[in-house]
């Protein structure tokens, strides 16, 4: 049995990688709500400081701030932050992405790529390098370089020289 293997069930994944913050729909039920919040579950966003890990048995707060519908079990974004600030030992730093809705990027693959870096996974560098679709162009990369500007990822200066040397200067 494998790693996977053996990892299926005990944990839960909810993701989402929209701009804004918005509830994590828990459970689906076709003419109910679905079973809730009953198994350990970790969340990704991009407005979360990293991976949080909630289990219902475990932790009450957030457990407590689940909003049962007619057709979903949701617990608000603003549970799973507080839990995340109030529980640091519940999260695995990183930066989750962002779906910048511009169709070509796969957030989920980018997400991947942050955990399974090239010094720690040499083989599956080839892999991500071999996924990402081609580039637009120059307008593209400059997007992108301020896109990572406007997050902080790159002061000023360093957005300035990279757009020169793209710019041939």
Not at 50 to 79: M, N, Q, T, W
Request: glycine residues 8%.
């Amino acid at each position: 049995m494998d790693l996977q293997d053996a990892a299926r069930g005990l944990w839960s994944v909810k993701a989402q990688t929209s701009a804004n913050k918005s509830a994590f729909r828990l459970t689906n039920g076709l003419g109910g709500s679905g079973k809730g919040f009953q198994e350990p579950t970790v969340f990704v966003s991009p407005h979360l400081p990293g991976l949080v890990f909630i289990d219902p048995a475990l932790h009450d707060e957030p457990a407590s701030a689940v909003r049962v519908k007619p057709d979903a079990v949701e617990l608000p974004f603003g549970a799973v932050s507080a839990h995340a600030q109030n529980h640091p030992e519940c999260v695995a730093v990183l930066v989750a992405p962002r779906n910048e809705g511009r169709g070509a990027e796969n957030p989920f693959l980018a997400y991947a790529e942050t955990i399974a870096t090239p010094d720690r996974f040499p083989r599956l560098a080839t892999m991500f390098a071999a996924a990402k679709p081609p580039s637009a162009g120059r307008a593209a990369e400059i997007a992108e370089l301020l896109a990572m500007k406007q997050s902080g990822a790159i002061s000023d200066a360093q957005f300035n020289a990279l757009v020169d040397r793209l710019a041939g200067i």
